[in-house]
């Protein structure tokens, strides 16, 4: 008998959905083996149909249980749970501000809890969190380690749950087979019409769409395109630095962004001191709504957010000048505060900001579509390495792709 086969501790676990097509039945396996384990495809049942989803049962093999462990926790990421289920395990938390020892961390991808012997989803799934458990009510929630109170019940371990990977969901566009190697070479006329498409089906739906920019949408010259997606009802909410509406609020006042004249692309007489004169003015004034209902601010991208009622969340960081008085410095109200006005989008469209864009995408459940748009790639590279899998990457300037995208959705 082969060495894999006298392994002698065994587990049995299950994958169910689009396993094939979408190779999650192939990374399981080679997990496996990686891992120093073997394997016994015990029952396989596969779709015949794009549309119909898949079936395996495999017995895991390891010769000890630390590697048996090891390597069910590598596949459980990919949908694969043991056949013999029970309660999820949880413990009392000891202190504030940290989880128990052993407690589970949270991915991005859908996730359910088994409590009382019933299956139950997890909510606000975000990824890098705990789960709070509270069996009376038989309910489960993401928790940031921050948020954590003594006495909270956190799920411990891997039993009792199960993920969900995006990937043995069935695919329905070509957004969101796009979500591959970035590249500055893919068509962008297709990739324009995708996420604009993917935007309409979310309005439509009645879900958000929030919007991640960072100050180079101003100084591109880009401001009008955003004012065109909050008029037309393609922006709903808006995630940002200090940068941002300090740059768009002198471009507003003064005709410049960093000093440059938005008319000519050259700089002006004490052009450099707008953006702090900006900030000043909005200060003495109270606020951003303030300068909007004086009259002193008439437009651009913040004049908008007021005039159509567009919530907003700036988050300070150590570099900021002024900062606006709407700006919020302690980074951990910040967080809070975005993750409040996170409930209900389907669609992010983060553009020219890596900060922004990689402290939002860890936000963010994995069925939430995002378009990430920078001239870097290493931006949109580590979005994804980061663990937002679902982002559509776009390497280019941010005008020209916000012209288009707002072309493409006046069609409609």
């Known amino acids: 008998m082969s060495s894999s086969l006298k392994s002698a501790f065994v587990e049995e ?3 169910e ?12 396996l080679d997990e496996i083996l990686t891992q120093g384990g073997s394997y016994v495809i015990k029952e396989i049942q596969v779709g015949q149909r794009q549309a119909d989803t898949s079936y395996a049962r495999i017995e895991v093999r390891a010769e000890t249980p630390e590697v048996l462990r090891r390597l069910l926790d590598g596949i459980h990421d990919h949908g694969a749970v043991p056949v013999s289920s029970s309660d999820c395990k949880y413990v009392a938390a000891d202190l504030d501000g940290a989880f128990p020892e052993q407690f589970y961390s949270t991915t991005n991808y859908r996730t359910q809890v088994r409590l009382g012997g019933e299956w139950i989803d997890v909510e606000d799934q975000e990824m890098d969190c705990g789960i709070l458990v509270d069996p009376e009510s038989v309910s489960a929630r993401c928790i940031p380690m921050t948020e954590v109170k003594a006495g909270d019940r956190i799920v411990v371990g891997r039993q009792g ?3 969900f990977p995006s990937e043995s969901q069935a695919r329905h566009s070509l ?6 190697p970035v590249s500055s070479e893919k068509p962008k006329g297709v990739t324009v019409r995708e996420i604009a498409a993917a935007m309409k089906r979310c309005r439509e739906s009645g879900e958000k769409i929030l919007a991640v920019l960072g100050p180079a949408v101003v100084h591109t010259g880009s401001v009008e395109h955003i004012c065109a997606l909050i008029r037309m009802g393609y922006l709903n909410v808006l995630f940002s630095g200090n940068a941002l ?7 507003s006042l003064y005709g410049t962004s960093l000093g440059i004249s938005a008319d000519h692309g050259l700089p002006t007489e004490e052009g450099h001191e707008h953006h702090l004169r900006a900030i000043n003015t909005i200060r003495r004034l109270g606020g951003i709504r303030t300068a909007v209902e004086r009259g002193v601010l008439k437009s651009g991208i913040m004049y908008e957010c007021i005039k159509h009622a567009i919530p907003y969340v700036l988050a300070g960081s150590i570099r900021d000048d002024g900062p606006l008085p709407e700006v919020i410095t302690d980074v951990l109200v910040a967080q809070r505060t975005m993750r409040e006005h996170i409930h209900g989008v389907g669609f992010a ?8 864009a990689i402290a939002t995408g860890n936000l963010l459940p994995a069925w939430v579509k995002v378009a990430c748009v920078d001239i870097n790639p290493a931006t949109v590279t580590k979005l994804t390495d980061r663990g937002s899998i679902q982002t559509v990457g776009v390497v280019t300037d941010a005008e020209p792709f916000l012209r288009a995208l707002v072309s493409e959705l006046a069609k409609s």
Request: hydrophobic content about 55%.
């Open 161 to 163: 749950l199960r993920v």
């Open 349 to 356: 469209l983060m553009v020219a900001t890596m900060l922004h």
């Open 17 to 28: 959905g689009h396993i094939i097509d979408s190779l999650l039945l192939p990374k399981v």
């Open 245 to 251: 509406p300090t740059h768009d609020i002198e471009l």
């Open 13 to 15: 676990v299950e994958i």
């Open 175 to 180: 957004f969101e087979f796009m979500a591959s």
